[in-house]
C-alpha cells in the first residue's frame, strides 16, 4: 500500500499531536508534524500530499510566518500539495479568504474538527 503523506502544520504542540495520533491510526496515512510553517516550507521536498494548516502560527512563536502567508509560499514552490485550512475562526470572510488564496477545505477547530478531516481525507483518498 502506497501510504499519503500528511504534513500537520500547528503551533498548538498538543493540538497538532493529538490530531496526529488521530490520523497515524489509519496505515494508510504517514503523519509528519511541524510546529513552524517555515519548517514545513523547509520539507515540502518530501512532496506531501496533504498539508493540514494552522491559519495563525504564530500565537507561540510571534515571528513566524501566519498560515496565510505560508499558503502563498506553498503555491509558489513547484509542488502543489492539497492545504487544508485550520482555524478556530468561524468568520466566513477568513475561510473565504483561504480558499481564494488555494486552500481546498477550510475546517474550524471545534469538536467536529477530527470527524469534518475524515470526512475530506476519504474523499480525498
Known amino acids: 500500500m502506497n501510504q499519503k503523506l500528511i ?12 490530531l496526529s495520533d488521530h490520523l497515524g491510526k489509519n496505515p494508510a496515512y504517514l503523519v509528519k508534524v511541524f510546529n ?12 506531501p500530499d496533504l498539508i493540514i494548516l494552522d491559519y495563525y502560527l504564530n500565537d507561540v512563536f510571534k515571528d513566524a ?11 509558489k514552490e513547484k509542488r502543489n500539495p492539497k492545504v487544508i485550512m485550520l482555524s478556530s475562526q468561524e ?18 477547530k471545534n469538536d467536529q474538527a477530527f470527524d469534518n ?9
Open 36 to 47: 513552524t510553517g517555515e519548517s514545513c516550507i523547509t520539507n515540502l521536498y518530501e512532496d
Open 7 to 18: 504534513f500537520v502544520v500547528d503551533d498548538n504542540v498538543m493540538f497538532a499531536e493529538m
Open 91 to 108: 468568520r466566513y470572510t477568513v475561510a473565504a479568504q483561504t480558499i481564494s488564496r488555494g486552500a481546498i477545505q477550510y475546517v474550524i
Open 117 to 125: 478531516i475524515d470526512k475530506i481525507l476519504k474523499d480525498l483518498f
Open 65 to 75: 510566518a501566519n498560515g496565510l502567508e505560508i499558503l502563498e509560499e506553498i503555491r
